[in-house]
């Protein structure tokens, strides 16, 4: 089944303790990008990556870190959470850039 | 730098009505797409159309794009409990307006339908 996983679906954490969302596709997407999603502010780009090794900050790249060393997979790096960044997040993937996405299932942040 | 904008903001309707959400956005685009979220859940893909298209149909789906007036709406007919959802519109920018943003969402429009 063509999907987009996301693991943790749920995570709660401490101030400053690293952690990692993975994103992985299995449809051989060249485009990966991950999103936030806060209440009144809709969905917010934080990194998007072309291809292999190609990544570029969105909107909201500030505390984040990605990296694209194989194409289906797509990890999000909070090195230093902070409460700020208690949002639920989504990976996305498209077969390029400016086609349809295809949506993860979320995985909700809560920093404390 | 927000690029795409919903209205209404909710929109609240009877089972069997027509529903039209609106989206606005700022500079050029190469396409327009629409997505719906069940509540807390990913983001599913409706319809896209491209900058050079005026309208587009799927099932009780209608998209219409004016690239003059920078706006594109979204009808749904003959609506229906399952509709019940949050619908976003989604821009990709041209150059050299892009902010850094290579995708871009408004803040959805939350339709219920009602039995």
């Known amino acids: 089944e063509a999907q987009v996983t996301q693991n943790p679906r749920y995570l709660i954490t401490v101030t400053g303790k690293k952690l990692t969302v993975t994103c992985s596709q299995n449809?051989?997407?060249?485009?990966m990008s991950w999103y936030r999603q806060d209440p009144g502010l809709g969905l917010r780009q934080i990194y998007y990556?072309?291809?292999?090794?190609?990544?570029d900050k969105g909107d909201v790249p500030e505390g984040y870190k990605v990296s694209r060393k194989e194409k289906r997979n797509f990890p999000l790096i909070l090195e230093s959470p902070s409460p700020n960044q208690t949002s639920l997040y989504f990976c996305?993937?498209?077969?390029?850039?400016?086609?349809?996405?295809?949506f993860g299932p979320g995985t909700r942040l809560t920093v404390t | 730098s927000q690029q795409g904008e919903e209205d209404p903001q909710a929109l609240s309707i009877q089972e069997g009505e027509n529903a039209t959400m609106n989206c606005s956005y700022k500079?050029?685009?190469?396409?327009l797409q629409w997505y719906r979220q069940n509540s807390g859940r990913g983001l599913v893909h409706l319809i896209l159309?491209?900058?050079?298209?005026r309208e587009k149909h799927s099932g009780r789906l209608r998209v219409t794009l004016d690239t003059s007036k920078k706006s594109s709406s979204l009808l749904i007919t003959a609506s229906r409990a399952a509709d019940t959802a949050s619908y976003f519109c989604?821009?990709?920018?041209?150059?050299?307006?892009?902010?850094?943003?290579?995708?871009?969402f408004g803040p959805g429009t939350r339709l219920s339908v009602l039995p």
């Open positions: 500079t050029s685009i190469n396409n």
């Open positions: 989604a821009t990709d920018p041209q150059p050299p307006d892009n902010y850094g943003q290579n995708f871009v």
């Open positions: 990556s072309m291809n292999v090794e190609v990544t």
């Open positions: 996305a993937s498209s077969p390029r850039t400016g086609y349809e996405q295809y």
């Open positions: 449809m051989n997407h060249e485009y």
């Open positions: 159309i491209r900058s050079n298209e």
